[in-house]
T-cell receptor
């Protein structure tokens, strides 16, 4: 079955540590996205990538980094510079195009202890 | 700047009653609108989308939405809800940035169905 997988489902981090969230898709989509979800605030775009080896900052990129070395993978690193990293993180992908639907993964819940 | 406002943060409804979840958008360019549903601790699933054509859009699970350009609205409706419709619903507008697409989401509406 085609889809998007995110791992781990739950992640706990100590303050000052970097952590990496995995996102893999087998939909053969060119574009991939990372969103952050906080209660009552909807989803906000962190980073997006239209093609391998290229990515752009979204609205809240500070304290995050990404890479896109393979078409199917778009990992997100939450660095120690992110002041309030506790949130639900969602990865999405779409066929590059102006009106293509974005398909979402199941999410990773990150908690900073 | 384009934005989306969901007017109700929570909507409680009795089972088998009709429901309307309200969404207003602001956009100065072509409008592409989406409704997504999120069940607890899960990702988002597309309910329906408006790209062009008929202003009444039908989606999955018996939901429909009507695009109203003059009122800049895209309200979501269902004539009779079930317990299984309990979830959070997000309205979103698609905008173009540097050749890519970006979804701008509303704050979400939590729909609670009571027996």
């Amino acid at each position: 079955d085609g889809g998007i997988t995110q791992s781990p489902k739950y992640l706990f981090r100590k303050e000052g540590q970097n952590v990496t969230l995995s996102c893999e898709q087998n939909l053969n989509h060119d574009a991939m996205y990372w969103y952050r979800q906080d209660p009552g605030q909807g989803l906000r775009l962190i980073y997006y990538s239209q093609i391998v080896n290229d990515f752009q900052k979204g609205d809240i990129a500070e304290g995050y980094s990404v890479s896109r070395e393979k078409k199917e993978s778009f990992p997100l690193t939450v660095t120690s510079a992110q002041k309030n990293p506790t949130a639900f993180y969602l990865c999405a992908s779409s066929v590059t195009g102006s009106t293509d639907t974005q398909y979402f993964g199941p999410g990773t819940r990150l908690t900073v202890l | 700047a384009q934005s989306v406002t969901q007017l109700d943060s929570q909507v409680p409804v009795f089972e088998e009653a009709p429901v309307e979840l309200r969404c207003n958008y602001s956009s100065s360019v072509s409008v592409y609108l989406f409704w997504y549903v999120q069940y607890p601790n899960q990702g988002l699933q597309l309910l329906l989308k408006y790209l062009s054509g008929s202003t009444l859009v039908k989606g999955i699970n018996g939901f429909e939405a009507e695009f109203n350009k003059s009122q800049t609205s895209f309200h979501l409706r269902k004539p009779s809800v079930h317990i299984s419709d309990t979830a959070e619903y997000f309205c979103a507008v698609l905008i173009g940035i540097q050749g890519a697409q970006k979804l701008v989401f509303g704050q979400g509406t939590r729909l609670t169905i009571n027996p």
